[in-house]
């Protein structure tokens, strides 16, 4: 099998398992942004998510160039959270893919530590593209939990555009 396929098989085959959405193509058209309202209604898919799991979390929602649109805190959650849910949303919006792809490349060694030194890239789980009809027009970013639990919430608010 070419390698193309079967690198393609192996990406398919683990996001049918994992949390984690597939990564949207690189060239991901950039749509027009997010509105007030969508972001209201991801991040609060995303907090119905932590609080159902009893987790304090910061959820940020950021338009197609990294840009706050929306803010949440949760009651108890970590200060430190505050900006790390913003930049996770602003790294997944401007490098169109989950921060987990950057947490993975840094957690292969090697070369992939290479990611350490791109300006902006968070390689921590919990950033997540938000895509609509084929385009990038924002990114949720949650901070609070393990990466685990800020992975599973900020998808639960990326899903509340679906």
């Not at 990294?66 to 949303?89: C, H, W």
């Amino acid at each position: 099998m070419p390698l193309k396929r079967t690198f393609a098989a192996l990406v398919l085959a683990s996001a049918a398992f994992a949390q984690t959405p597939l990564v949207p193509p690189a060239n991901t058209p950039y749509g027009t942004p997010i509105s007030s309202d969508a972001a209201k209604k991801i991040a609060a898919a995303a907090i119905a998510e932590a609080r159902k799991n009893n987790w304090a979390m910061a959820v940020a929602v950021v338009d197609t160039g990294g840009y706050l649109v929306y803010f949440e805190r949760m009651q108890d959650t970590q200060l430190g959270s505050v900006e790390v849910s913003i930049e996770k949303a602003k790294s997944a919006a401007l490098f169109r893919r989950p921060t987990k792809s950057f947490q993975d490349t840094v957690a292969g060694g090697g070369e992939g530590l290479r990611i350490l030194r791109l300006t902006g890239a968070i390689p921590v789980e919990g950033g997540i593209p938000i895509i609509v009809d084929g385009k990038l027009i924002g990114a949720v970013g949650a901070s609070g939990g393990s990466s685990d639990q800020d992975g599973r919430t900020a998808q639960a608010g990326a899903a509340a555009m679906k």
